[in-house]
């Protein structure tokens, strides 16, 4: 398997702009003597939640900060004692992480999003629409070019998309042509930037970028279903938190998720 160690890697994930995901323990709000409140969560949701963040400031007062990563190692930042309030996963597996430890709140668990897979190139490149069958496959990849993608080890994008190429018959034949990010926003950036001709990320994650567009569609039955669990954290006591916790499951903030191409499951 092959990893990107380029300077232009680097520059796209810092790019970014994530929260490191361990900080300090928030400090109160001085404007509101509340705390802020703290989320965990996927990356490839950081459009249509830093929008709700955005709205729920205005309404209610209170800072949000949000740390964006791949699931899994958010979930292990959790249970090494990292503060958070909430945490939002892109699978149900990093969720489970959380569950079996004790470390989130029982009862809170609830699965609030669903998303598709897709197969995307720059739109620079004026690729066509592909089938996901190999001659289609490595044709648009030429001689050299990497599909990227997330980290099957580590990041949910990267374990769906390895089943539905499993599931497709495909995975071992383009094993080999893969570059694996640290995360899906950083893959969705290489084909942004026109670094890598292809790259499997989530529908709302090609929604979000003008410079790439989606070439194929994965079958929902290629891979397990895209869910995001949210719940709060066994840990968090904040009246703020749960507030925001509530909103982020209401109407007001469906609007932002649908905005961005995700299913609302609730």
């Known amino acids: 398997m092959v990893k990107m ?8 994930f810092l ?10 323990a928030p400090a109160a709000d001085k404007a509101t003597g509340s705390k802020t409140v703290t989320v ?17 400031k205005k309404k209610a007062g209170v800072e949000v900060t949000i740390s964006y990563a791949a699931s899994l190692p ?25 569950s079996s430890r004790g470390l989130l709140k029982e009862g809170s668990r609830v699965d609030l999003l669903g998303n598709s897979l897709v197969v995307i190139a720059p739109k620079v490149a004026s690729t066509k629409k592909i089938t996901l069958d190999k001659a289609s ?21 990267g374990k769906y998309a390895k089943a539905a190429l499993q599931k497709l018959g495909l995975w071992e034949d383009l094993e080999s042509r893969f570059a694996f990010a640290e995360n899906v926003r950083a893959a969705l950036l290489f084909v942004a930037r026109d670094e890598a001709p292809l790259g499997i990320v989530y ?11 989606v070439v194929a569609t994965f079958p929902a039955s290629s891979h397990p279903p895209i869910v995001y669990p949210i719940a709060l954290t066994a840990s968090s006591t904040s009246d703020s938190a749960a507030k925001f916790f509530a909103f982020l499951k209401g109407l007001e903030a469906a609007g932002f998720y649908k905005k961005q191409g995700f299913a609302v499951l609730r």
């Open 74 to 98: 958010l979930a292990k930042q959790i249970e090494s004692g990292a503060p958070a309030d909430i945490f939002i996963s892109a699978d149900t597996a990093s969720a489970d992480y959380l």
């Open 15 to 24: 790019s970014l702009n994530f929260t490191p995901a361990f900080a300090e």
């Open 203 to 213: 529908l709302t994650d090609a929604y979000s970028d003008p410079k790439v567009s």
């Open 40 to 56: 965990f969560a996927a990356a490839s949701l950081k459009n249509a939640l830093d929008e709700a963040a955005a709205a729920f």
């Open 137 to 157: 496959l490595l044709g648009a990849l030429g001689d050299s070019g990497r599909i990227a993608t997330g980290d099957p080890a580590s990041v949910p994008v």
């Open 5 to 12: 160690a380029s300077l232009a890697f680097v520059a796209a």
